[in-house]
C-alpha cells in the first residue's frame, strides 16, 4: 500500500492583545499548489488575503473617482461663481460686489456644514485619519465623505489660500473604512483599508502614486501597521486610483514647468544652505499655525454663529483677493506655474512668500475644511526662487537655472515642516516631471530634515493630532468638573436628617406648595 504524502499544515495566527494580528503568510508544497487553486476550496482557505486585495483595489477606484470629482468640482465652482453675474450686463463694480458676497456666502456655507454635522472634517483632516489608524478616532464615514465633499468645495472656490490634497486624503480614508464594513469579520480590514484609501487619496490629487506610497509608509510611521500584505494593498490601491485620475485628466504632470539641466557637483552646497533655511522656517511654520489654530479655536468656541461669520469673512476678502489680487489667494498651483516660468525681483517675491505665509496660516487655521499641501508647496517656491536669484547674481558659474532651487523649495518646505523627506522629494519629482533634479532634492529636504529635528521642531500633523486630542480631554475634563459640581451643589442644597430649616425657607416653601395645588372650580 503506498502510503499517503502529508503536508504542511497553514500555521494559525497567534493575536497579541492591542495589536493587530498578523497576516498568515501561506507556504504549500509543490505538488499541491495546482489542485488547491483548482479546487473550489481555495477561495475559502485564503479569505483574508484575496478580499483586502480586492477591496483594496475597489477603495483606490473609489477614491480616485471621488477625487477626481472633487477637483472637477472645485474648477467648476470657481469659474461659475467668477463669471456667472457677467450675464446680467451690470457696471463692474456691481458684479465684483456681487462675486465677493458670493464668495462669503459659499465660504460660511462650507463651515457652518462641518462645525454642525462633522466637526472632525474641518482642517486638512490628515491628524483625523492617523488618529483613527491609531485606534484613537472613528471615522463616521456616512457624514465624512459628503461633508468634506461639498464643504471643501465651498471653501476652496470661494479663494481661501487652502488646497485639495488633504481633504482627498480624508476622503480615501473615508472609503476605506466605508468599504471595510463587507469584511467586518477581518479585525484588521478597517486598519489596512483606511490606509490604503488615505494613500490612494493623496495619489489621486497631485497624480503622483509613489509619493501616496510613501507617504502612508513614512508619514503615518507611527500609525501604519506594516506588513508584506498591507504594503501590497496601499500598492494596488495607488494604482487603481491613479489609473481613474489619468482616465479623467490625462497622464500629463500636475504642473507644467520646465525639465531643467542637471546642476553641477559643486553646487551642491548651495542646495544644503537652501535646505538649512528651510528647516529653520519650517520650524516656526508649524509653531505659528498651532498656535493660530488654538486662538482661532479659543475665539468661537464650536459657537456655530462665530464659526460661521469667520467663514463669511475669510471668504469675502479671499473672493475679493481672487478679483484683484490673485497671487494672494487659492492653492497655489498656477502661481507655482507662473513665477517658475516667468520669475520677478526677489525681493519681490520676498515679500510675496511673507504675505502668502500669513494667509496660508490664518485659512488653514481658521478649521476651514482645506489642506495645506499645495500652498506649502507654493510657499516653498516663492522662497527657492528667490535664493536661486540671489545665488545666481552672487555665484553665475554654479547657478545657470534659479527655477532648480524653487523646484528643491518644494520638497523642502514640506520636508521641514511634515517631516517626511523622501515624501517630499518623490512628490515633487512626480508632480514637476524633474527626475534628473532628485540629487539637489536628497541634499536640500534632508538638510531641511536635519535643522528641523535639530532645533525641536515636532511633525505638523503628529503635532495637529496631539493638540486636537489634548483639547477633547481637556473639554471631557471640563464637563465632568462641572458635572460634579452641580451634583455637589445639589447634595448641598439637600438638607440631612435632623437639620434645622429656617423659617425663611419654610414660608417660601409653603407658598411653592400653594401655587402648585389646583384651585378648586367654583
Same mark, same amino acid.
Given at each position: ?29 509543490? /505538488? ?50 467668477? #463669471? ?23 465660504? &460660511? ?27 484613537? #478616532? ?89 506588513? %508584506? ?62 498656535? &493660530? ?24 476678502? %479671499? ?50 475644511? /482645506? ?21 545666481? /547674481? ?8 534659479? /527655477? ?119
Amino acid at each position: 500500500m503506498t502510503a499517503k504524502a502529508t503536508f504542511p499544515a497553514i500555521s494559525l495566527t497567534v493575536k497579541v492583545p492591542n495589536q493587530m494580528p498578523k497576516f498568515p503568510d501561506f507556504h504549500f508544497h509543490p /505538488g499541491t499548489q495546482l489542485r488547491l487553486r483548482l479546487s473550489s476550496n481555495y477561495f475559502t482557505t485564503h479569505p483574508d488575503y484575496l478580499v483586502l486585495l480586492a477591496l483594496s483595489a475597489l477603495v483606490g477606484a473609489i477614491a480616485g473617482l471621488i477625487v477626481s470629482m472633487f477637483e472637477i468640482a472645485i474648477h467648476f465652482m470657481t469659474d461659475y461663481r467668477i #463669471h456667472y453675474f457677467d450675464y446680467l450686463g451690470l457696471p463692474a463694480w456691481i458684479t465684483a460686489i456681487l462675486v465677493i458676497l458670493a464668495g462669503a456666502v459659499i465660504s &460660511a456655507l462650507g463651515f457652518w456644514m462641518t462645525a454642525r454635522i462633522a466637526p472632525e472634517t474641518s482642517g486638512s483632516g490628515i491628524p483625523h485619519v492617523e488618529g483613527a489608524l491609531d485606534g484613537l #478616532h472613528d471615522i463616521r464615514w456616512w457624514r465624512v465623505l459628503p461633508v468634506k465633499f461639498i464643504a471643501g468645495v465651498c471653501t476652496i472656490s470661494s479663494g481661501m489660500v487652502l488646497g485639495r490634497e488633504g481633504p482627498s486624503v480624508q476622503i480615501g480614508g473615508a472609503v476605506g473604512r466605508m468599504c471595510a464594513e463587507a469584511a467586518k469579520r477581518f479585525q484588521y480590514a478597517p486598519h489596512v483599508l483606511t490606509a490604503s484609501g488615505a494613500a490612494a487619496g493623496l495619489a489621486a490629487a497631485f497624480n503622483a502614486p509613489l509619493a501616496g506610497i510613501l507617504f502612508i509608509v513614512e508619514e503615518m510611521r507611527p500609525q501604519f501597521r506594516y506588513n %508584506f500584505t498591507s504594503f501590497k494593498c496601499i500598492t494596488l490601491a495607488t494604482l487603481t486610483a491613479t489609473i481613474v485620475l489619468r482616465y479623467f485628466r490625462g497622464q500629463e504632470a500636475v504642473m507644467d514647468i520646465p525639465t531643467f539641466k542637471v546642476p553641477p557637483l559643486a553646487s551642491l552646497w548651495l542646495f544644503l544652505a537652501l535646505g538649512i533655511i528651510f528647516g529653520i522656517v519650517g520650524i516656526y511654520f508649524n509653531r505659528w499655525i498651532l498656535k &493660530a489654530t488654538a486662538a482661532f479655536k479659543r475665539y468661537h468656541n464650536n459657537r456655530l454663529l462665530k464659526v460661521t461669520i469667520t467663514g463669511a469673512l475669510f471668504g469675502g476678502v %479671499f473672493a475679493f483677493f481672487q478679483l484683484y489680487v490673485p497671487d494672494m489667494a487659492g492653492g497655489g498651483i498656477a502661481l507655482i506655474t507662473t513665477f517658475v516660468r516667468e520669475p520677478m525681483a526677489w525681493v519681490v517675491l520676498v515679500i510675496l512668500f511673507g504675505l502668502r505665509v500669513l494667509a496660508t496660516i490664518g485659512c488653514f487655521a481658521s478649521a476651514a475644511p /482645506g489642506g495645506v499641501f499645495a500652498p506649502m508647496l507654493a510657499l516653498g517656491t516663492l522662497l527657492g526662487l528667490a535664493y536661486g536669484i540671489i545665488a545666481a /547674481g552672487l555665484f553665475p558659474d554654479l547657478v545657470a537655472e534659479p /527655477g532648480v532651487y524653487a523646484v528643491a523649495g518644494m520638497g523642502a518646505l514640506f520636508a521641514a515642516t511634515v517631516r517626511a523627506p523622501v515624501t517630499g522629494i518623490v512628490l515633487v519629482v512626480e508632480m514637476t516631471d524633474n527626475y534628473q533634479l532628485i540629487l539637489p532634492l536628497l541634499a536640500t529636504c534632508l538638510g531641511a530634515t536635519f535643522i528641523a529635528q535639530a532645533l525641536g521642531g515636532s511633525p505638523l500633523y503628529s503635532a495637529l493630532l496631539q493638540q486636537s486630542l489634548a483639547a477633547k480631554a481637556a473639554e471631557v475634563n471640563g464637563a465632568e468638573a462641572n458635572a460634579s459640581t452641580n451634583a455637589a451643589a445639589v447634595d448641598a442644597a439637600i438638607p440631612t436628617e435632623g437639620a434645622s430649616v429656617s423659617p425663611a425657607s419654610t414660608d417660601t416653601e409653603a407658598s411653592a406648595e400653594a401655587q402648585d395645588k389646583p384651585t378648586p372650580s367654583v
